[in-house]
């Protein structure tokens, strides 16, 4: 705890704040613009850190990595437009919060869970890297699985009171998971000779699509203004208090996000979508979820902001990347000398730790940014239609061309928002199809590759202690929504 | 006689002054890299890395951008119809434009290209968990009672190809590969024992080497690697085994003319000896080992066939 005493004073020096300042700044920045994500704003700040201190350089890209996701959630609220695939879940209850008047409300919400979320991933990456890392490698292809299929599972619980369409919606994502090249295989399926979809269908392109044209189109029948009651009601703090009247929900979102993140290859775009999922399915009125829900807002980003430190646990203590940012993070680092890997801790304790206590620091910065800018930003939502139509068409389309600089991202976009618009009209939700999309691969490599393991024997996906744990619980997931009623009327009928 | 010969050097001195070169103002705008990833990544890493000593001695901007896409397949069947003026150039880990090739129909022709050069060299090592096999004859040994799960860095990569060529060399009958995308889940489900060895690129498992939770067992190379140098060669152990070069290098588009390539080459063959750029490869642990024009050019004409063999393996 000494060596966390010192890095703490090494982070107060002025030009390690101006670092922490500037990367947090730079980080929401990166995460409003949609398509430049976490991965493109380090790689593009590498020339200007090259001549800093190392510690101070990781400072820089750690704040500005944790703060990108922040940002993300901005754009997410106000205007229905994902700074990046994690805040995809962000905008189900976020934007219907914005539409009633309440964006300060769930700006609040988010800068509070940017500080809950990432204060407790924090502490768990403090404390217990080294042994989250050694709980990730107990995760084989068949233990990946079963995690894919448990949170699959929660599509029972998004699509409840519509189950046909939310399947329908669900077994579409699933299918259009299988497009692009077969990892298993070797080949390219469902591609049609079209070398943009053959790494399999964009997910940011494609959520552009489905929120932030939908979206647009949708505003484009009405010449109001995104907040229908075209006024501001509730403010920063309301959202900041609201968020601590849920502790179970934080706590739950929190370490699954945790979870989500420490395991590598699941990634954030799909922490917060299982959070909401998961709140959604143990709330008492579900129903009110994706209709400007708080607590859908805070499930979403805890999970998220928690996952970021999740995802640095493998990073740092094994040097294995979980997702495309953490790999930008690893090369960074490696390139200030400092090698991730069970021994960074005893060979560069004191960068490591001066990383640690900047990103815990960027948490609160994140939620200090917040309180100022909430109010000033939530007036977006008060613009006219015929002014904000044209910007989040504008800024969102240039995000999807920005990530290959092609056109055909922008059609891509374009094509997914025309098929969120038909869903909106047809009464389907999103959700179960970006569930299938995001976890659809998860599920099918992972499967090919534990019967490959194992010679084509199934007792594989039972074998671990693991495995079991997870085929009870998601039994528990599909079956307990009848067990309770079913409780119920047994105990009743012996009154 | 001696006259004759000071009056030819005098002309073709005069020649070479006056003739009217073709890149002779070359290069007098930006010139552009294309990296055929995102940026982040190794090949994006190691282009930021070393554009700026190019612009040093190229005396022009370098520009770099990214066109991430189907493994750079995009990438190359644009860079086939680029003009071939020397403000366009291409880098990516040579021979993955082969493989692609080998895998269904593309727009281009790696063998088209025009190399200019390459700065660095990598080798695939085979890993096995540090609590398993102790030596190479164990490992061996234990291969050919049953078949071993091994992990890849993907199906059809180059991890693949240099495990099927050992798997024949060895004489191991059979092993269960189990593909992944890119190595850092390959090498974590070994550091898991859920697989019994990994084939995965030296750089990808040095943090698990050096902490003892991997053990690398053979490096398939002509020489050690300096950063894990007690790692043996497959020569030492009596094999004779051809390997793939995996090259980070810098090609031109196809037909671009000799004295543009010259410049190119000198500019990138200076900028790869630069001090600077030594100290971030060390701290990357990239073997740097300069690869002339000429010789990418054997590289790429080598590998054709050899990778051709293994074609109907990939595929499979």
């Not at chain 1, 990046?84 to 189900?92: F, G, K």
């Not at chain 1, 929120?211 to 900041?240: K, P």
Request: proline residues 6%; contains cysteine.
């Amino acid at each position: 705890m000494d060596v966390f005493a010192q890095a703490i004073g090494f982070v107060l020096q002025w030009q390690n704040l101006a670092a922490l300042a500037g990367g947090t700044f730079f980080g929401i920045i990166i995460g409003v613009l949609p398509g430049l994500g976490p991965s493109a704003g380090m790689a593009l700040s590498i020339p200007l850190v090259m001549s800093w201190h190392p510690a101070t350089a990781l400072i820089f890209m750690g704040a500005l990595y944790k703060s990108s996701n922040y940002g993300g959630s901005l754009t997410a609220i106000l205007v229905n437009t994902p700074g990046d695939a994690s805040n995809a879940a962000t905008i189900l209850d976020g934007y219907p919060m914005c539409q009633r008047g309440m964006g300060g409300v769930a700006l609040g919400i988010s800068a509070t869970a940017a500080l809950v979320g990432g204060t407790i991933g924090m502490i768990c990456l403090i404390f217990a890297a080294p042994f989250f890392a050694d709980f990730a490698l107990e995760f084989g292809p068949a233990e990946y699985f079963l995690t894919a299929v448990l949170a699959l599972s929660l599509i029972a619980a998004v699509v409840q009171g519509a189950t046909i369409k939310g399947l329908i919606a669900a077994g579409l994502g699933l299918l259009l998971s299988t497009v692009g090249f077969d990892v298993i295989a070797g080949h390219l399926r469902y591609t049609f000779d079209w070398a943009p979809v053959e790494d399999g269908i964009p997910l940011i392109q494609a959520l552009v699509g489905l929120f932030a044209v939908t979206q647009a189109l949708v505003l484009a029948e009405s010449a109001a203004s995104i907040s229908r009651l075209a006024e501001l009601s509730g403010s920063f703090w309301e959202g900041a208090r609201t968020y601590f009247r849920h502790p179970a929900i934080m706590v739950r979102s929190s370490l699954l996000g945790l979870f989500v993140g420490i395991l590598p290859g699941v990634g954030q775009s799909s922490a917060g979508l299982l959070a909401w999922a998961d709140a959604k399915r143990v709330s008492k009125h579900p129903e009110t979820f994706g209709k400007g829900e708080p607590v859908g807002v805070l499930a979403s980003e805890t999970a998220t902001n928690a996952c970021m430190p999740g995802d640095l646990v493998c990073t740092i203590a094994l040097g294995l990347p979980g997702s495309v940012g953490a790999a930008v993070f690893l090369g960074v680092m490696i390139i200030f000398g400092v090698v991730p890997g069970p021994l960074v801790f005893t060979n560069k304790p004191e960068v490591i730790y001066s990383l640690f206590a900047a990103l815990f620091l960027t948490s609160f910065l994140i939620f200090i940014i917040g309180m100022t800018l909430a109010r000033r930003l939530a007036v977006v939502t008060l613009l006219p239609n015929n002014l904000i139509v044209p910007l989040i068409l504008v800024v969102s389309l240039l995000g999807s061309f920005a990530i290959r600089n092609e056109m055909y991202d922008v059609i891509i976009s374009l094509a997914f928002g025309a098929l969120g618009y038909v869903m909106l009209k047809g009464g389907f939700t999103p959700i179960p199809l970006l569930l299938g999309l995001v976890l659809g691969e998860m599920v099918e490599t992972n499967y090919h590759r534990a019967l490959l393991i194992s010679g084509g024997s199934y007792s594989i996906f039972y074998a671990s202690v693991i495995c079991k744990v997870l085929v009870l619980l998601t039994i528990l997931s599909l079956v307990g929504p009848y067990l309770g009623p079913f409780w119920k009327t047994l105990t009743q009928g012996e009154k | 006689m001696l006259k004759t010969l000071k009056c030819c050097a005098a002309a073709a001195a005069i020649v070479l002054v006056t003739m009217p070169v073709y890149g002779a103002d070359y290069p007098n705008k930006p010139v552009r890299l294309i990296v055929t990833a995102a940026p982040g990544g190794g090949e994006d890493t190691e282009a930021r890395a070393i554009a700026p000593f190019v612009e040093k001695h190229l005396k022009a901007q370098v520009v770099i951008e990214n066109q991430p896409g189907a493994g750079g397949k995009i990438a190359f069947e644009k860079f086939q119809n680029t003009a071939p003026d020397g403000y366009s150039l291409i880098t990516y880990t040579f021979p993955k434009s082969i493989i692609i090739e080998h895998q269904g129909k593309t727009g281009y022709k790696t063998k088209d290209f025009t190399p200019i050069f390459a700065w660095s060299r990598s080798s695939q090592i085979l890993i096995v968990n540090g609590e398993t096999w102790k030596t190479f004859g164990e490992f061996l040994k234990a291969a050919k009672e049953k078949p071993l799960s091994g992990g890849l860095s993907g199906r059809g990569s180059t991890t693949h190809l240099m495990g099927l060529i050992a798997l024949d060399e060895l004489g191991i009958s059979k092993v269960n590969w189990v593909p992944y995308e890119g190595s850092a889940g390959s090498v974590a489900a070994l550091a898991g024992k859920h697989l019994d060895f990994t084939m995965s690129l030296a750089t990808s498992a040095v943090p698990l080497i050096q902490a003892g939770k991997l053990r690398p067992l053979l490096l398939f190379s002509d020489k050690r690697d300096p950063y894990i140098s007690d790692v043996p060669i497959p020569k030492e152990l009596g094999y004779d085994m051809k390997f793939i070069p995996t090259l980070r290098g810098v090609e031109a588009p196809p037909k671009t003319p000799a004295d543009i390539v010259k410049i190119l080459e000198d500019a990138f063959r200076k900028a790869s000896q630069e001090q600077g750029f030594i100290d971030i490869a060390a701290k990357r642990k990239m073997v740097l080992e300069p690869v002339g024009s000429k010789e990418y050019a054997k590289a790429v004409a080598d590998s054709y066939p050899f990778i051709a063999k293994f074609q109907a393996m990939l595929t499979k």
